[in-house]
C-alpha cells in the first residue's frame, strides 16, 4: 500500500493569487541535486513565468539525505512544498500528486533540469489557453537542440519507433522528463493508469492520443546528465513489458478509453499525409514493379540503418548479439514502413498481425545473418569489424528478395491498398 506524507507547507504561487500550475519534481536519492534544482527553477519562476506556479518536491523512496533536503527548501520558499513518498517510482509519484492537485495545469520535470527551463512557458501555455490538453517536450523534432551520447540517441529513437509500429502513435518523444497536462484530462486518465515507474509517461500519453486529446509538442534544448542514475537496460526491458501489457489491454479491449475530445485536425485513423502526392496514397501505382521498387528503396535505408547500429553495439555486445538486436530494431521499422509506403495500408487494423508475420519473414534474414557469420568465424580464426559487416550485409541483401516474396504473398495478403476506415 502506498503511503502519502504532506508536510504543512505554504501553497502561495511566486505571483499573487492561486497556484495555477503545479510543477513536481520526482526525485530518488537527488540529495546533491536537489537543492540547486529548486532554486534554479524557482528563479526562473519569479523572473520569466507570468503564471502563479508552486513547486512540489514528490520524494519516492529516498534512502540518502534527500528528504531532509526536501524540507529544508520547504521551510526556506513560500512556494516549495515537500512529499515523501514511501514507494519508489517516478509514475506512481505524479499520479499520487497530481490526483490530490487543485491546479489547472500539473507538469513535471527531472530533478537534474536537463532540459532547458526556457521551454516551460511553451509548454503550459497551450494549456491553460484550452488550445491542447497535453504538452510534451521532445528532443527528437525538428529545432530541437539535444547533447547526448550516441547510445542513449539510439537507444532513444528506437524505443519511439516501436511505440509508432507497435502502438500507432504519433508523438515524437514518449521519454523526454518535461511534461504537462490539463486537470480535466488527467482526472479522466489517471485511473487507468497502471504502471508506477518510467512507463507511466509512454502510457499517458498513448490513452490521451487514443482519447483524441491535442498533444502538443514543444522541441527543447537538452543536455544529458553524465551522473544520471537511470539503469538503461533495466529501464528498457521495463519499457517493452510495458508496451506489450498496453497494447494488449487496448487490443482486447481490457482498457476502455473514453473519448475526451472531437475537436481533432482529423478523423482519427486517417493517415495526416493521405493526399494524392503521398507515397501512402491509394492513388500511387500498386503493381509489382512500383511495389518491388519501394520495397528496394526502403530494404537500402534500413539496411544503412542496420549496418549503423551493428557498428553501435557491437561496441559492447557479441558479434551474434549485436546482429540479432541491430536486425530486430531495423525489422520492426522496416515492415511498418513497407506497410504503408509500399503496400499503401495506411489503418490500424491487423497492424499487429502484420508486425507478427513480419518479424517471421524477418527470421530468415537473422538465420541467414547468423548462417554468414558462423561462416566467417569457422573460415578466419578472428574476422575484423569490416570482415563481419561485408558479410552480413551480402547476407540482408541475399534475404530482400525472399523477404519480398513473402511480404506480398504472405504478410500483407488481403489487405486493401488505402483503406482507411
Known amino acids: 500500500m502506498q503511503t502519502t506524507e504532506v508536510l504543512p507547507a505554504g501553497r502561495a504561487g511566486l505571483v499573487p493569487g492561486p497556484?495555477?500550475?503545479?510543477?513536481?519534481?520526482?526525485?530518488?536519492?537527488?540529495?546533491?541535486?536537489?537543492?540547486?534544482?529548486?532554486?534554479?527553477?524557482?528563479?526562473?519562476?519569479?523572473?520569466?513565468?507570468?503564471?502563479?506556479?508552486?513547486?512540489?518536491?514528490?520524494?519516492?523512496g529516498s534512502t540518502d539525505g534527500t528528504w531532509a533536503r526536501a524540507l529544508d527548501l520547504e521551510d526556506e520558499f513560500a512556494a516549495v512544498r515537500a512529499v515523501r513518498i514511501e514507494r519508489p517510482g517516478r509514475g506512481g509519484a505524479l499520479r499520487s500528486i497530481w490526483s490530490e492537485s487543485q491546479a489547472e495545469v500539473?507538469?513535471?520535470?527531472?530533478?537534474?533540469?536537463?532540459?532547458?527551463?526556457?521551454?516551460?512557458?511553451?509548454?503550459?501555455?497551450?494549456?491553460?489557453?484550452?488550445?491542447?490538453?497535453?504538452?510534451?517536450?521532445?528532443?527528437?523534432?525538428?529545432?530541437?537542440?539535444?547533447?547526448?551520447?550516441?547510445?542513449?540517441?539510439t537507444i532513444s529513437r528506437c524505443y519511439n519507433l516501436l511505440l509508432h509500429a507497435l502502438l500507432g502513435t504519433r508523438f515524437s518523444d514518449a521519454q523526454c522528463g518535461f511534461k504537462a497536462i490539463r486537470a480535466d484530462a488527467a482526472r479522466a486518465l489517471l485511473p487507468l493508469t497502471a504502471d508506477t515507474g518510467w512507463f507511466f509517461d509512454t502510457e499517458l500519453l498513448v490513452l490521451a492520443e487514443r482519447a483524441g486529446l491535442r498533444i502538443h509538442e514543444v522541441p527543447v534544448d537538452w543536455i544529458d546528465d553524465a551522473d544520471s542514475r537511470v539503469n538503461v537496460i533495466s529501464t528498457a526491458l521495463a519499457d517493452l513489458r510495458g508496451i506489450v501489457r498496453l497494447g494488449t489491454g487496448l487490443a482486447r479491449g481490457v482498457i476502455a478509453v473514453p473519448a475526451l475530445r472531437s475537436a481533432q485536425l482529423r478523423p482519427r485513423g486517417?493517415?495526416?499525409?493521405?493526399?494524392?502526392?503521398?507515397?501512402?496514397?491509394?492513388?500511387?501505382?500498386?503493381?509489382?514493379?512500383?511495389?518491388?521498387?519501394?520495397?528496394?528503396?526502403?530494404?537500402?535505408?534500413?539496411?544503412?540503418?542496420?549496418a549503423a547500429l551493428y557498428l553501435l553495439l557491437r561496441g559492447f555486445l557479441a558479434a551474434q548479439a549485436a546482429n540479432a538486436l541491430s536486425l530486430l530494431l531495423t525489422a520492426v521499422a522496416n515492415i511498418a514502413v513497407n506497410r504503408r509506403f509500399t503496400f499503401g495500408i495506411r489503418d490500424r487494423r491487423h497492424a499487429t498481425r502484420h508486425l507478427v508475420r513480419g518479424l517471421i519473414a524477418f527470421g530468415a534474414g537473422l538465420a541467414l545473418t547468423s548462417g554468414a557469420l558462423a561462416v566467417l568465424d569457422a573460415a578466419a580464426a578472428r574476422p575484423g569489424r569490416t570482415a563481419e559487416l561485408a558479410v552480413l550485409v551480402a547476407a540482408n541483401l541475399a534475404a530482400t528478395l525472399v523477404r519480398f516474396g513473402l511480404y506480398r504473398g504472405w504478410v500483407f495478403r488481403g489487405a486493401r491498398r488505402g483503406e482507411s476506415r
Request: glycine share 12%; no cysteine.
Open 270 to 306: 486517417e493517415d495526416p499525409r493521405g493526399h494524392p502526392g503521398h507515397p501512402g496514397h491509394p492513388g500511387r501505382p500498386g503493381g509489382l514493379t512500383g511495389q518491388l521498387a519501394r520495397f528496394l528503396l526502403v530494404g537500402a535505408a534500413s539496411t544503412a540503418a542496420y
Open 19 to 60: 497556484a495555477r500550475v503545479e510543477i513536481v519534481i520526482p526525485v530518488l536519492n537527488e540529495e546533491r541535486d536537489l537543492g540547486p534544482s529548486v532554486r534554479r527553477l524557482r528563479e526562473y519562476l519569479a523572473g520569466h513565468f507570468p503564471f502563479a506556479a508552486v513547486i512540489t518536491i514528490a520524494d519516492n
Open 106 to 153: 500539473y507538469a513535471y520535470m527531472d530533478a537534474d533540469l536537463s532540459t532547458d527551463l526556457n521551454a516551460l512557458l511553451p509548454l503550459v501555455a497551450p494549456l491553460l489557453s484550452g488550445h491542447s490538453d497535453v504538452a510534451i517536450g521532445t528532443r527528437l523534432a525538428r529545432g530541437a537542440r539535444v547533447i547526448r551520447g550516441p547510445r542513449r540517441e
